[in-house]
């Protein structure tokens, strides 16, 4: 656990952040299956590139955590799972950002053990139509 950092998200992990997000078993665990190009990236970057913070193991990136609008969206990198790297981003950024939620799919396991862990507790149900 030593050796992890959050750094301030730079134009050098826009990548990062954009091939985690869309790599098969990452991209499903989030609400919204986009198909990111590298100039969407770009674009969405410019506009939110500070909402975003990246762990580093060392130099090397492992994931990122972001939030927007109080909502929190975090990945780790699949090597670097379930070494406590996501409880740790949670845990950081909660302690600038309070109040802030996670919208979770609610077959995603992984995702609600690690709020959980993070001490969130379950207060809404978000229903939508087929
Ligand atoms: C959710 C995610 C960020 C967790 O990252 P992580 O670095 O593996 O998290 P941690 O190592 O801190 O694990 C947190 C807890 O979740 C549990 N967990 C992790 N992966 C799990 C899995 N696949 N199934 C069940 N529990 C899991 C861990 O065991 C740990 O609990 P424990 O300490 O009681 O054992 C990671 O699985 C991920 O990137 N998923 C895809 C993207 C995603 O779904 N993001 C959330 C959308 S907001």
Request: with cysteine; proline share 4%.
């Amino acid at each position: 656990m030593a050796n992890y950092r959050l750094t301030p998200n730079e134009e050098k992990y826009w990548e990062f952040i954009r091939i985690l997000r869309t790599t098969d078993g990452i991209a499903q665990g989030f609400i919204k299956q986009n198909n990111i190009s590298p100039i969407k990236q770009k674009e969405y970057m410019l506009k939110y590139n500070q909402c975003f913070r990246i762990c580093l193991d060392g130099n090397i990136p492992v994931g990122y955590v972001g939030i927007i609008d109080d909502d929190i969206r975090v990945a780790t990198h699949p090597d670097h799972q379930g070494k406590g790297i996501g409880s740790f981003m949670i845990n950081e950024v909660m302690k600038d950002s309070p109040s802030a939620v996670a919208k979770v799919k609610i077959d995603n396991k992984a995702s609600l053990k690690l709020f959980e862990k993070c001490g969130f507790k379950l207060k809404y149900y978000l229903l939508e139509k087929e």
